[in-house]
């Protein structure tokens, strides 16, 4: 039940920010296109410019596509792209707006419920798991959990820090070596956590990225053997 009520509230919520401010960054609550795009390109750096350019993208928590755009002018980006949101409005804002993108495909779609339909190379996660809800280490973690088996090469998201001098209402801060310290005893032994790059100039780094890389070697079942 608070699984489908978080949802619900995600929904309004961003379906109420996308009538405020239209197709623009604060529709997913970034402050600017250049904060915004930072993000994308901090996310994007789990591979090599090449890898990146050919790869099938899941976006979850896509917005109107911000990510797609941004890989298609600065990448040359040639690969299939995948946007999942649970606004519907957001979803049908994607599909009007990247319509003549034969490689572009958009859903209204709850990955707890059903599944995420299909594997990629790489999953990208911004801002997605920002939000207060009832219970905010479950909604990560389940997620992370169902995203990554579907990451042929890796996943990578980002969280707001808890190494802040400020916290803002109805924002969810992490502490990065919680994090870090699921993603690498419960998902991938392969993890790299990025806590060093601005979004804003003259701030102290106020969020972090992990990024989550596909492994051969299974954390659980692997715990306590010897190399």
């Not at 009538?19 to 529709?27: I, Q, R, S, T, V």
């Not at 870090?180 to 956590?193: D, G, N, Q, Y």
Request: overall charge negative; hydrophobic content about 35%; glycine content about 8%.
């Amino acid at each position: 039940m608070e699984h489908r009520q978080d949802l619900d509230a995600l929904d309004r919520h961003y379906t109420a920010a996308l009538e405020a401010h239209g197709d623009a960054p604060g529709a997913v609550q970034w402050s600017s296109q250049e904060t915004q795009e930072r993000r994308m390109e901090v996310l994007a750096e789990i591979v090599g410019p090449d890898e990146l350019r050919t790869a099938s993208i899941l976006d979850f928590g896509c917005g109107t596509g911000h990510l797609l755009t941004w890989l298609r002018r600065t990448h040359r980006y040639e690969g299939s792209y995948t946007g999942y949101d649970i606004a519907g409005a957001m979803i049908q804002a994607a599909r009007a707006l990247h319509a003549s993108d034969p490689g572009a495909s958009f859903e209204r779609r709850d990955i707890g419920t059903e599944g995420v339909g299909g594997d990629f190379d790489l999953v990208l996660v911004s801002g997605t798991f920002n939000n207060v809800v009832s219970d905010n280490w479950r909604f990560l973690t389940d997620h992370l959990r169902i995203l990554f088996p579907h990451a042929r090469r890796g996943l990578s998201f980002n969280c707001l820090s808890s190494y802040v001098d400020y916290t803002t209402e109805g924002l969810a801060h992490r502490r990065p070596e919680d994090v870090f310290s699921f993603v690498k005893a419960e998902l991938t032994p392969r993890v790299a956590l990025r806590h060093d790059y601005h979004v804003k100039d003259d701030v102290i780094p106020f969020e972090f990225t992990v990024y989550a890389y596909a492994s051969e070697h299974d954390p659980v079942a692997d715990r306590g053997t010897a190399p």
